[in-house]
C-alpha cells in the first residue's frame, strides 16, 4: 500500500517566484515526516523533518513545510526560489507502527528558470 | 569514515549474473537502509536493518533479492540471475539510531546495467 504521494512529478517555475511541493500521507497512527533533496549528481539530503511539536517546520535554504494532520499533507514551500533550488526532492514517511522503516514518495522534480 | 561508502560505484552485468553490492555505513550508525532509485519510480524501499533486531525485508521484489549485514556494520546487497528490470541505482543509508534522531546519511549509490 502506498503510504506517501507526490502529486506532482515536475514542477517548472521562474526564479524569484513561491512554489508548493505537495506531499500527502496515508496513515491513522503518528508519523514522522521527512523531505529530502537530491541536487544534480549529487547525493540525497534531509532538507527537513517534523517529529513532534509545532506543526510549521523550518528547514535548510529557506524551505518550510506545514504537517496538516487533519488533511494528511505535509507540503513543502519557499517563498522565493533561486535558480540553484533546482533538484529533484523526495517526501518521506514513518510510520510508527510498522518497525522503523522509511518510505519515500516518487518525488517532485523542480525546474527553476530564469 | 567520513560517509557512507558504496561498491562498486557502477556494475555492468549480464542477464542471469549474480551482482553484489557493497555498503560501509558511518561508524556507530545502528540502522541501514537499502534504496532502489528508477527513472519516474521515486526510492523504492528494499531492506532495513536495526542493530541485532530481524531486518525488514517487506520490500524485496523477488526472492532473487537477499541481504545480509555482517557485525552491525558492512551490508552486502546480492541480487541473483539478474534481469534487465533490474537495472536501477542501489542507494544505501545509515542513521546513527531509530528515533528522535532521525537523519539518514546516503552513499553515492551503485549504478547497476543489466545487459
Known amino acids: 500500500a502506498q503510504s506517501v504521494t507526490q502529486l506532482d512529478s515536475q514542477v517548472p517555475v521562474f526564479e524569484e517566484a513561491p512554489v508548493e511541493l505537495r506531499c500527502n500521507y496515508s496513515s491513522s497512527v503518528s508519523v514522522y515526516l521527512f523531505w529530502y533533496v537530491q541536487y544534480p549528481n549529487q547525493g540525497l539530503q534531509l532538507l527537513l523533518k517534523y517529529l513532534s511539536g509545532s506543526t510549521l517546520v523550518k528547514g535548510i535554504n529557506g524551505f518550510e513545510a506545514e504537517f496538516n494532520k487533519s488533511q494528511t499533507s505535509f507540503h513543502l514551500r519557499k517563498p522565493s526560489v533561486h535558480i540553484s533550488d533546482t533538484a529533484e526532492y523526495f517526501c518521506a514517511v514513518k510510520i510508527n507502527n510498522q518497525g522503523g522503516k522509511l518510505i519515500f514518495g516518487q518525488g517532485t522534480e523542480l525546474s527553476v528558470k530564469p | 569514515g567520513a560517509g557512507v561508502s558504496q561498491s562498486p560505484s557502477n556494475k555492468v552485468t549480464e542477464k542471469g549474473k549474480d551482482v553484489e553490492l557493497r555498503c560501509d555505513p558511518i561508524?556507530?550508525?545502528?540502522?541501514l537502509y537499502w534504496y532502489r532509485q528508477s527513472l519516474g519510480q521515486g526510492l523504492e524501499f528494499l531492506i532495513y536493518?536495526?542493530?541485532?533486531?530481524?531486518?525488514?525485508k517487506s520490500g524485496l521484489p523477488s526472492d532473487r533479492f537477499s541481504a545480509e549485514r555482517t557485525g552491525g556494520s558492512v551490508s552486502t546487497l546480492t541480487i541473483q540471475r539478474t534481469q534487465q528490470e533490474d537495472s536501477a541505482v542501489y542507494l544505501c543509508?545509515?542513521?546513527?539510531?531509530?528515533?528522535?534522531?532521525?537523519?539518514?546519511?546516503f552513499g553515492s549509490g551503485t549504478q547497476l546495467s543489466v545487459l
Open positions: 561508524s556507530g550508525h545502528t540502522a
Open positions: 536493518f536495526q542493530g541485532n533486531s530481524a531486518p525488514d
Open positions: 543509508a545509515s542513521s546513527l539510531q531509530w528515533g528522535e534522531s532521525e537523519k539518514l546519511f
